[in-house]
């Protein structure tokens, strides 16, 4: 008897909510509901389409991306044997677009990676001790105030060319953008009953902070993580491009672009397809990045966190 | 108003004072010694030690700083390592095409992404709605750079219409000038008319729910009047704070896109002094960046705090 009207709140609760999996969290519920956003879907199969091409590059690229062929120079799309023609140096355009995508994603992955440990550590201390909160966010709000490509460029200077350089700048540019999204979820969620409760129960400041917290930021730090993923593969491009990337004999997509432009007019195609390439990642990286803010963050459609 | 004005002022000066900071350690923390870069392989002990005090580089790092930051206050950004000129001066001849591009991306920034937003609101869930945010998913997808070269591609190598890079001063051209920028300012603008689009659509589609709309529809107002006169200038509000953002991002962009169009603007400086490791050049360049960003924001504040009299109250 008594059960009635708690299984009848539970089951409005559900037609409120929707189907029940979008009562779960964790990686298998939101792998299901990804399954049903249809953009999602698919721009996390062409991710990992992808992330294939990148590791599996020595198998499925036909030639050497910086082998140097005098004899083979400029040969067309639909060659027998370069499948997507030559460049300048008769390097092969398939087996170069095959390596490049594991600069591109090797540098968006390890960008995510580093400004996301500085960001959270940065974001949970200024949320969490509020007597750090306002000088940890005026030096963010500083470094905010610099146009991203601007910093990375002036980075670069100091660096000097270099993949690792490339990471580490594009990192520096990053992280504010992070700890600010970190820093506004800790302040809603510490106020919250259940983290009072740990509190009173005893629970230490890391304890609270790994426990209680940190999972509950994880949503918006994903989502977050997703776009950080996709403009660094544009800044490494474009980066790439002015000539203050990758080291100019490093296949990747930005470099290709840059030597593309000076042939532009008699070869178009080695201008467009690692243009084309470039779109690719980012837009299933946008459209896995939207779809996850439907699924996990409905309050946040259509606000976008990075410029 | 004053008394607001006057605290937001008060608040720029530990924003900047950072912002210099940063501009001044980033070049600080180069590895090697740019005199013995300036003076070559060949120089000698004696020389670089006078360059050195020259250059005030012999002084501690904190009084370098106070010396920077008081001359940079007189205008006076000093001097570039690869030319023999004033940081200041370089910047300010190279600033014409860089404000042009900047101003003219601006312009097509709103000039899409406003009316593209409202359009896909008002048509919500529509294929028009759909097909609109899928072109702005693309846009914001592609390179701006990457966007140039097919620009040029399309526009200038087959049909002609514009020329395929350089700048045409407005002395002495205005219509050679604007001509000159178009293509430019469109690869620029391009995603981030998207984003706008993006944001006025969102806020748009809030503003159309609200009650007040609602009364004016049923008040037998015809939907364009309603829409555009009680709707959109609402829904605008928070594009209105973007717009510094977009700014920035545009400015930023002129480093990229002045590449691709072979622009001769500050932009164009700015890398070539990275390639040549012009440290003085950079580091100028980047401050005067910062600056122009924290008081564009300021001057939107001060907008939105007019337009939206809300704010002023809490």
Redesign the interface.
């Given at each position: 008897m008594s059960t009635q009207p708690a299984a009848a709140s539970s089951a409005s609760l559900q037609r409120e909510l929707g189907p029940r999996q979008a009562q779960r969290t964790g990686p298998r519920a939101w792998f299901r509901s990804l399954k049903n956003h249809q953009f999602a879907f698919a721009g996390a199969i062409a991710l990992t389409l992808a992330a294939l091409v990148a590791l599996a590059a020595p198998l499925i690229a036909p030639h050497d991306p910086i082998e140097i062929n005098a004899v083979d120079r400029l040969k067309p799309i639909g060659d027998s044997t370069y499948p997507l023609g030559t460049d300048r140096l008769g390097r092969d355009v398939a087996s170069r677009l095959v390596y490049g995508s594991r600069i591109s994603l090797g540098v968006g992955l390890a960008t995510v990676i580093l400004s996301n440990l500085l960001g959270i550590t940065i974001g949970m201390l200024s949320g969490y001790y509020r007597g750090l909160d306002n000088a940890l966010m005026?030096?963010m709000?500083?470094?905010m105030?610099?146009?991203?490509?601007?910093?990375a460029?002036?980075?670069?200077?100091?660096l000097g060319p270099s993949i690792i350089n490339i990471v580490i700048a594009l990192s520096i540019v990053y992280t504010p953008r992070v700890a600010r999204v970190v820093r506004s979820s800790v302040l809603s969620i510490r106020e919250m009953d259940y983290v009072e409760a740990a509190r009173a129960l005893g629970g230490g400041d890391a304890r609270l902070i790994f426990r209680h917290i940190l999972p509950n930021c994880v949503a918006p730090i994903v989502v977050q993580g997703t776009f950080i993923f996709?403009y660094a593969v544009?800044s490494e491009?474009?980066l790439s491009?002015?000539?203050?990337g990758a080291s100019p004999e490093v296949p990747s997509w930005g470099n290709m672009?840059s030597e593309?432009?000076q042939y532009?007019?008699s070869e178009?195609m080695l201008?467009?397809l690692?243009?084309v390439a470039?779109?690719i990642v980012?837009?299933s990286l946008?459209?896995l990045g939207?779809g996850l803010r439907d699924i996990l963050d409905p309050y946040m459609?259509?606000?976008?966190g990075v410029? | 108003m004053l008394r607001y004005l006057l605290r937001r002022l008060l608040a720029l000066i530990?924003?900047l004072i950072?912002?210099s900071?940063?501009?001044f350690t980033?070049?600080h923390?180069?590895?090697g010694d740019p005199v013995a870069q300036i003076l070559g392989d060949d120089a000698t002990v004696d020389e670089i030690e006078r360059v050195r005090h020259d250059l005030g580089l012999d002084r501690p790092v904190y009084e370098q700083y106070l010396i920077w930051v008081g001359d940079a206050l007189r205008g006076d950004l000093g001097q570039s390592i690869y030319v023999n000129q004033p940081v200041t001066s370089m910047i300010i001849e190279r600033a014409e095409p860089t404000l042009m591009l900047a101003i003219v991306a601006l312009f097509f920034t709103l000039i899409i992404g406003i009316p593209s937003g409202v359009i896909a609101a008002i048509k919500h869930n529509s294929y028009l709605d759909q097909s609109l945010m899928l072109l702005a998913?693309?846009a914001?997808?592609?390179?701006n750079?990457?966007l140039g070269?097919?620009l040029?591609?399309l526009f200038s190598?087959y049909i002609g219409w514009f020329p395929t890079g350089g700048y045409t001063p407005l002395g002495e051209s205005v219509v050679g000038a604007f001509k000159s920028v178009m293509l430019p300012a469109i690869a620029l603008g391009f995603s981030q008319a998207a984003?706008v689009a993006?944001?006025t659509?969102?806020s748009m589609l809030d503003v159309i729910r609200t009650d007040y709309v609602r009364t004016a529809r049923a008040k037998g107002l015809p939907a364009s009047r309603v829409y555009i006169t009680h709707a959109l200038k609402n829904a605008l509000l928070p594009t209105i704070t973007v717009i510094g953002?977009v700014l920035?991002?545009l400015?930023?962009?002129t480093?990229?896109t002045e590449?691709?169009f072979t622009i001769p603007g500050a932009g164009r400086l700015?890398?070539n002094?990275?390639?040549r490791?012009d440290?003085p050049v950079?580091?100028g360049?980047?401050m005067m960046?910062?600056?122009a960003?924290?008081l564009i924001n300021l001057v939107i504040d001060l907008i939105y705090v007019y337009v939206d009299p809300r704010i002023r109250l809490s």
């Open positions: 005026r030096v709000d500083a470094f105030a610099f146009p991203g490509i601007l910093l460029l002036g980075i670069m200077a100091v996709a544009i491009a474009s491009f002015l000539g203050v672009l593309a432009r532009l007019r178009p201008a467009i690692p243009g470039i779109m980012v837009l946008n459209l939207d459609r259509d606000a976008r410029e | 530990p924003v950072l912002v900071l940063i501009s980033l070049v923390l180069t590895p998913l693309l914001v997808s592609m390179p750079f990457w070269l097919n040029i591609l190598v984003l993006r944001m659509r969102a953002l920035t991002v400015i930023g962009g480093v990229v590449t691709v700015v890398v002094s990275v390639i490791r440290y950079i580091q360049a980047i960046v910062a600056t960003y924290v």
